[in-house]
């Protein structure tokens, strides 16, 4: 972070920013943030827990359009502000005690769906940590979306290190 850096996040995260050094501004949830001509709208979503909730991003630059998961549980979002181009969501199937804290791809695909993603990226796929069970399973895997794919929904399935541009249309 800058001296000057602009955080957005869900209520009650301020208390992260403690200890780094500078000034910054945070902004909660359910708002509208605008900065470089990026439109960014925050929502809360299912993770593990406790408070503060966790969230998920809807983001706008221009015509293009897309939703940010980042490691969150299937949720029902109170406010969707834009149907998004793209939808980044998390594939990897995390269970923790047997509670469900990420969706898996089954989960994925139909939130995609639901929200009128044309293109579902996926993300925090299972397998990057050692599963400890009965206390933890990461069983969800990236390739795994390919059995599920329609004519609805594109699913772009990136290497590792992989560059791939999107058209905005």
Known sequence: L?????????????????GLPGTHQWAGTNRWQSAAGVEIFPVPVRHTGPPPAECAYFIKKGSATLFFGGDMARSRLEHR????????????GTSICGKRTVMNPLDAVNFARELGAKTLVPIHPGGEWMSLPPLSRHPGRC??????????????LAKRGETVRVNEN
């Open 81 to 92: 502000p834009f149907e998004p181009q793209l939808a980044f969501l998390p594939v990897g």
């Open 2 to 18: 800058t001296d000057r850096s602009h955080v957005l996040g869900p209520p009650g995260g301020e208390s992260f920013l403690a």
């Open 143 to 156: 390739e795994d979306l390919l059995d599920l794919k329609d004519e609805d929904t594109a699913i772009l």
